[in-house]
């Protein structure tokens, strides 16, 4: 049997463009076009992330095809189609509709072309199915169902598949302009986020608030069906015939207009959120029972931008009785949608070849993306005028980079490969001692300069987890939350301090205490990210060198970024970044660079680099 | 082709699609629905998506005629014939607030 041919994904031209590598059932690399360019969500056709996988082909080796993640045909049909439904009153939307429609008919086909350098060489997979491909075939189930949510696709928003030896069957779906994603952007931008990237931000403000508009919502925004399905009430949003995604209608209904994003978060953005994240997680619950019901399997896989929502998560493991497992694609947003693509594709042309179902899964970590050797890396530190200490044993490394965390400084963490998907999970991340508000305050603050309620998640000693956390399971990706146990909480709650008249945020995150401050929000969960300190991954030992030294499992694991900055991808982004903040010492490669260590100039740069808020 | 106004833009596409817009159905219901034929058909080739001269709305336009809405593939090819003769060339420094909020990021 000859060896499966190697296949490219691309996602691209609507957000988060992405590109992956793939032979057979095998990721060889992927990576975000955010990355390279260092425009965050950068949308462009990923020349670059692309470059970078097609670099990972063995010498002499050729693409065997190219997978697009939509079909571009049944995407113009669907924004053609809705702006005739909706005729005059989109109007305002008709240039967007003709720039995109220009871009998919006369740029697209180019710029596959060009890449795979035949015409004959490039497929196209449906949305949904890229996305499913994405959660099943690196899962470490046999069979399971598949449920994806997202803004929209071509056409669907949300779908139910099976995934057997014989590949993916969509059972049900749902349609635009019913969207479960987009109806969490409404509620994201009605609070003053941006739509697309503060999904998030809302998700984080919700446990802050009381889920008081939950009737409301229910009973005039969104219709729960008994068989699991949904539908939005259009009169109240906007997306589908203009520019917003909430229609005045919206703000009647709730009484304010559109929170700006530099205004208070008072109370009632708190308890719309709260209210928002309730009826999700109501929906997403009934998704996934509908799904299993469905399909008939008791395992389910879960992408689309809706899975990236870790509280919902966690609510499909503690709610859905008859769930044996459940694993998510860790880049669950339209990146993955390149993998997913890519692994269809490398399927169907092999459809004879058992799929090799991988332990614990297929993602190898989600460490995809481009790694830099200590000579390129010393280059750049020299260049930069850094000065910097070499260590070349790994313990003694580990052992140092704890010391300094152990001493409540903060580090950036630079080693080895990429992360592909939104999580920084060791390898680009942000590392600090949990214990105390001012890690928690020092890091958004100075470091990350943004929000400073907004808490960050814990990177946890698997073995560990389930002694600190109530439910813990392995969660190498941070997709779940989980609860601290009673025993590692203060006595105040977030009911007392309001009923105390606290009610900025900030000040309800300093009344509501842990021993793990700086990574449990107000309602003592967490963002789970469970690691092992043999898996490979410096940050694990690290953890293990921190652990011995403190008696403390866990650190803090932020990404290695400022607000509004892409995750850093090489070392010279490592480099610019800790220059641009606070960081007290950066672990790069084989090289410790300390901030007391650096001569006047390098502290004149901090601050001087702003990106675009998110 | 010299760019024309935002208005005459807006009046153009409203010209164009005026009679697909009278023939237009609604959007689609909420709830599950059965999953459209191509989630579980195979991956369509290039030489599909694009047609065989390689353009997009062709392909949705011979698709639509196939389906009997001659009117949508009327208005595809109508919209296609402008794209590729610069014909809808906006002026964009007149458009009506590119966007209402910087926070909305454009759905289509």
């Given amino acids: 049997m000859t060896a499966p041919g190697f296949v490219l994904g691309i996602s691209s031209h609507f957000h988060d463009s992405a590109a992956a590598l793939v032979q057979g059932d095998r990721i060889i690399a992927a990576a975000q076009e955010e990355r390279f360019t260092r425009r965050k969500g950068d949308w462009h056709f990923p020349d670059h992330a692309a470059k970078y996988c097609l670099a990972q082909l063995p010498p002499g080796a050729e693409l065997a095809g190219l997978a697009y993640y939509e079909d571009p045909a049944i995407k113009a049909r669907r924004i053609v189609e809705t702006a005739i439904c909706e005729a005059p009153s989109g109007a305002r939307l008709w240039p967007r ?154 703000q009647t209904l709730f009484g304010l207009p559109v929170r700006q994003p530099d205004d208070p978060v008072t109370p009632f953005h708190m308890n719309l959120a709260a209210s928002a994240q309730s009826v999700l997680e109501e929906a997403v619950v009934a998704l996934a029972k509908a799904s299993l019901n469905q399909t008939g399997h008791r395992h389910l896989c879960l992408a689309g931008g809706v899975a990236l929502n870790c509280v919902a998560n966690a609510r499909i493991r503690q709610d859905v009785p008859d769930l044996d497992g459940l694993w998510i694609q860790p880049a669950a947003g339209d990146a993955g949608g390149a993998l997913g693509a890519a692994l269809e594709m490398a399927r169907a042309e092999t459809t004879a070849r058992p799929r090799a179902v991988a332990k614990p899964d297929g993602m190898a970590r989600a460490l995809l993306g481009p790694a830099f050797d200590d000579g390129v890396i010393r280059a750049e530190l020299d260049a930069a005028g850094l000065i910097y200490e070499t260590i070349g044993d790994p313990a003694s490394y580990a052992h140092a980079v704890a ?123 967490a963002r789970l990210q469970t690691i092992r300190p043999d898996s490979g991954q410096r940050a694990g030992a690290i953890l293990s060198a921190f652990y011995d030294q403190t008696g403390c499992p866990m650190l803090l694991n932020t990404s290695f970024n400022v607000r509004g900055e892409p995750i850093v991808c090489g070392p010279k982004d490592a480099i610019d970044c800790f220059l641009n903040t606070h960081l007290d010492l950066l672990a790069i490669g084989g090289f410790l660079v300390r901030r007391t260590a650096q001569p006047d100039w390098v502290n004149q740069r901090i601050g001087r680099k702003t990106f675009a808020a998110d | ?97 590119a966007r209402v909020a910087e926070y909305v990021y454009p759905i289509v």
């Fill in chain 1, 403 to 525: 010391d300094t965390l152990a001493g409540g400084q903060i580090v950036g963490h630079f080693d080895g490969r990429m992360e592909f998907g939104p999580r920084a999970l060791g390898n680009r991340s942000i590392l600090a001692d949990p214990r105390g508000a001012a890690t928690l305050r020092k890091t958004n603050r100075k470091i990350k300069f943004r929000e400073d309620w907004r808490p960050f998640a814990p990177m946890v000693l698997a073995e560990e987890a389930p002694r600190y956390f109530e439910d813990a399971v392995d969660s190498p990706y941070m997709l779940f939350v989980a609860s601290l146990k009673p025993d590692y909480r203060l006595p105040a709650t977030l009911r007392q301090a309001r009923a105390r008249g606290v009610f900025a945020p900030m000040q309800l995150q300093n009344a509501v205490q842990s021993q793990f401050d700086a990574i449990t929000h107000v309602d003592f969960t």
């Fill in chain 1, 97 to 250: 509709m003709v720039k995109i429609l220009r871009t998919l008919s006369d740029d697209l086909p180019d710029q596959l072309t060009a890449l795979a350098g035949d015409p004959a060489k490039v497929v196209f997979v449906p949305h949904h199915r890229a996305h499913a491909a994405s959660a099943f075939y690196p899962s470490p189930f046999d069979k399971a169902a598949i449920l994806i949510m997202d803004g929209v696709g071509e056409v669907s928003t949300t779908t139910i598949w099976s995934g057997t030896a014989s590949g993916l069957s969509a059972q049900s779906e749902v349609r635009f302009p019913h969207s479960l994603g987009l109806f969490y952007s409404a509620f994201t931008q009605y609070c003053g986020f941006k739509v697309n990237s503060g999904e998030y931000k809302l998700m984080g403000l919700a446990p802050f608030g009381v889920p008081t508009f939950r009737k409301k919502i229910r009973d005039e925004l969104i219709e729960l069906r008994a068989d699991g399905s949904f539908a939005l009430n259009m009169r109240y949003f906007d997306f589908h015939r203009g520019l917003s995604t909430i229609a005045p209608e919206f």
């Fill in chain 2, 1 to 97: 082709m010299p760019p024309i106004d935002h208005g005459v833009f807006l009046m153009r596409i409203a010209q164009m699609m005026d009679e697909a817009a009278n023939a237009a159905g609604h959007l689609p219901d909420g709830g599950f629905q059965t999953p459209m034929s191509t989630l579980n058909g195979p991956p369509r080739p290039f030489s599909e998506v694009f047609e065989p001269r390689g353009r997009l709305l062709g392909a949705v336009a011979r698709q639509a005629e196939a389906e009997g809405q001659s009117d949508l593939a009327a208005f595809c090819l109508a919209l296609d014939a402008a794209l590729e003769d610069g014909s809808l060339e906006w002026d964009e420094a007149g458009e009506d607030g």
